[in-house]
């Protein structure tokens, strides 16, 4: 990096920032010197004093020599940033990694290097960096933390070149700039038993492809490390290549995460609102269900589903990426203008209403876990409609009024869901969702409802 803009973190800089805008860097000393020579050499010149002119003339030299200085310097500066982790939950910590190396052949000067991180992460970190060596390097770092999830820039880095006499200061910034993304808070769940299902993998939800004898049989191609004695010899023969039985592949259970992020339902914001209650359950329950096996999908009223490719199951790096796609959903989900759950209601039944549409009812074995908030009538029967076609629904209500003090309304909204099937439990204030996990597990099983969680 030179007295200009450096090209970006992680690379080089060079060039020249414009003798103007080098000038623009005196400091109030060096704007007070030069001042102070102006009107010496001014006072001298009226006065006919040499013995002062002289001084004049030095006190106004000495920034302009500085600047001009400065300007001139080829410092080429190579920066790096390195975020550990790049996504964390709200209220953990993450570490940045500063390392800037002289790649000149001349050595710095003082250095301040200054990162620029939003306010809700903390203080801005600065670190002077005293005279750095040809080819030598320094390495600083600094810690960032949010209460509050969401996306967030870090950069560009900014370096502040100054003269030994601190008359002058240059800044330059890095052009690229990394995101730290902070994702809701979430809880360990018990491994309960999930309403219609027996397991992520289950014994009973197994798919046999080999169940009435030789004729059902669908053999596939001898591989290496097979056991010989799963070698279907009538195949071999038709075929003639060794052929042996397929293995029975176990039929994942899939879950649908619905979130409610209707703006009418919820009232109030910040970490303790019932809305970011309901965000942090998602997430939780998310992580839990993958964790069991499920393949899941998270699905909010707009119809819209993460990952719209039908659900994602645990394990393997593409799993992991969209489990993570879902993860950073969260991370920045926010209100919607909706009125109404109508386009969940397609999504969940199979209308279309979404990507994936129908993922979770198909077949009627799917598991759907909802976060609701206010419910009006028409939006009670659209909710407790959804379960017709689920192998398990479990509710939980979050009621704005009571999250503000007031009397509770959720009483008739929640009975109706439990008529019709849901496992449907209201959700206070100040109370933990694994709690009411629990709870859902011990829950008595409503009109219409097909397993028990157990």
């Not at 700039?177 to 491994?191: C, M, W």
């Not at 490719?309 to 969209?322: F, H, L, P, R, Y």
């Not at 439990?418 to 694994?434: E, K």
Request: aromatic fraction near 6%.
């Amino acid at each position: 990096m030179s007295a200009g803009a450096p090209r970006g973190a992680g690379g080089e800089g060079r060039g020249s920032g414009g003798l103007r805008a080098s000038l623009a860097g005196l400091t109030t000393r060096g704007r007070s010197f030069l001042a102070a020579g102006v009107a010496a050499a001014l006072c001298a010149y009226v006065l006919g004093q040499g013995e002062l002119l002289r001084v004049g003339l030095l006190l106004a030299a000495l920034p302009l020599v500085c600047v001009l200085a400065l300007h001139r310097t080829r410092h080429r500066v190579s920066g790096n940033r390195r975020l550990t982790p790049m996504r964390v939950a709200a209220g953990s910590e993450a570490r940045v990694q500063l390392r800037m190396e002289n790649v000149s052949r001349l050595p710095t000067g003082l250095l301040m290097l200054q990162d620029r991180v939003p306010y809700v992460l903390g203080p801005r970190p600065r670190f002077v960096l005293d005279r750095v060596e040809p080819g030598g390097r320094r390495e600083v770092s600094y810690r960032v933390r949010s209460d509050l999830r969401g996306k967030y820039p870090l950069g560009p880095l900014q370096l502040r070149l100054t003269d030994p006499f601190g008359l002058v200061e240059l800044t330059r910034s890095f052009s690229t700039y990394d995101t730290l993304t902070v994702i809701p808070r979430t809880e360990a769940l018990a491994p309960v038993r999930l309403t219609g299902e027996t397991s992520g993998y289950g014994d009973g939800g197994r798919r046999s492809l080999a169940l009435a004898g030789d004729d059902d049989v669908i053999p596939r191609t001898y591989r290496r490390g097979d056991d010989l004695r799963r070698v279907h010899w009538r195949s071999t023969a038709r075929y003639g290549e060794l052929m042996v039985r397929r293995e029975e592949q176990p039929q994942r259970s899939r879950a649908t995460v619905l979130l409610d992020t209707r703006a009418v339902a919820f009232e109030g914001a910040g970490p303790g609102s019932a809305f970011e209650w309901a965000v942090s359950g998602a997430a939780s329950s998310l992580v839990h269900l993958l964790e069991q096996g499920f393949s899941v999908r998270l699905l909010t009223d707009t119809g819209t589903s993460v990952p719209g490719d039908g659900g994602v199951s645990s394990g393997g790096q593409e799993s992991a990426e969209a489990a993570g796609l879902m993860m950073d959903t969260l991370a920045v989900v926010g209100h919607s203008d909706g009125a109404g759950l109508s386009r969940a209601y397609d999504a969940v039944r199979g209308g279309g209403g979404g990507a994936g549409g129908g993922f979770a009812g198909a077949g009627g074995d799917g598991l759907l876990i909802a976060f609701f908030g206010d419910l009006d009538d028409v939006q009670t029967e659209l909710a407790a409609k959804m379960r017709v076609r689920c192998g398990g629904a479990v509710a939980f209500v979050l009621d704005s009024a009571l999250w503000a003090g007031r009397p509770s309304q959720a009483e008739g909204r929640v009975r109706r869901l439990r008529d019709a099937g849901w496992t449907a439990l209201a959700a206070p204030p100040g109370v933990a969702f694994g709690e009411l996990w629990r709870q859902a597990g011990n829950a008595p099983l409503g009109t219409g409802t097909s397993g028990g969680w157990g």
